[in-house]
C-alpha cells in the first residue's frame, strides 16, 4: 500500500517562503508523475502543481511563478519550494500521484499545515 509522510508546513508572514517535503513509500516512485494538491478550510482541495517522470512541470494560475515543484527520485522524494506566499495560501497540503481528479486517489497521507498570517 503506497504511503505518503508530507512535512515542512509552518504559520509564517506574508512575502515569506516555506519548502514542504513528501517521502513516498510502497510504491516505484520514479515511475508515476506526481503532484501537490490543498484544501482551505470549507473549500474544496485543489491541485496546486504536478511534476512528470521527465520532470515536465504545470502548476494553478495562482501560484505559478512563486511555487516550484521538484521530485528526487532515488530518495522517493517530492517537493514543493513556496515563495512569496500570500494569506490565500493558507491550507493543508498534500502530496499524491496526479490525477485530474482527485477524488479518484484512495490513499491519502496526514499532510502538512501551512498558515500565512501576521
Known amino acids: 500500500q503506497v504511503q505518503f509522510e508530507e512535512s515542512g508546513g509552518s504559520q509564517v508572514q506574508p512575502g515569506g517562503s516555506l519548502r514542504l517535503s513528501c517521502v513516498v513509500s510502497g510504491t516505484i516512485f520514479s515511475f508515476y508523475p506526481m503532484a501537490w494538491y490543498r484544501q482551505a478550510p470549507g473549500k474544496q482541495r485543489e491541485l496546486v502543481a504536478s511534476?512528470?517522470?521527465?520532470?515536465?512541470?504545470d502548476y494553478a494560475d495562482s501560484v505559478k511563478g512563486r511555487f516550484a515543484i521538484s521530485r528526487t527520485n532515488s530518495r522517493d522524494t517530492l517537493y514543493l519550494r513556496m515563495d512569496r506566499l500570500e494569506p490565500e495560501d493558507t491550507a493543508v497540503y498534500y502530496c499524491?500521484?496526479?490525477?485530474?481528479?482527485?477524488?479518484?486517489?484512495?490513499?491519502w497521507g496526514p499532510g502538512t499545515q501551512v498558515t500565512v498570517s501576521s
Open positions: 511534476i512528470r517522470s521527465d520532470l515536465q512541470t
Open positions: 499524491n500521484y496526479y490525477r485530474a481528479d482527485s477524488n479518484s486517489l484512495d490513499y
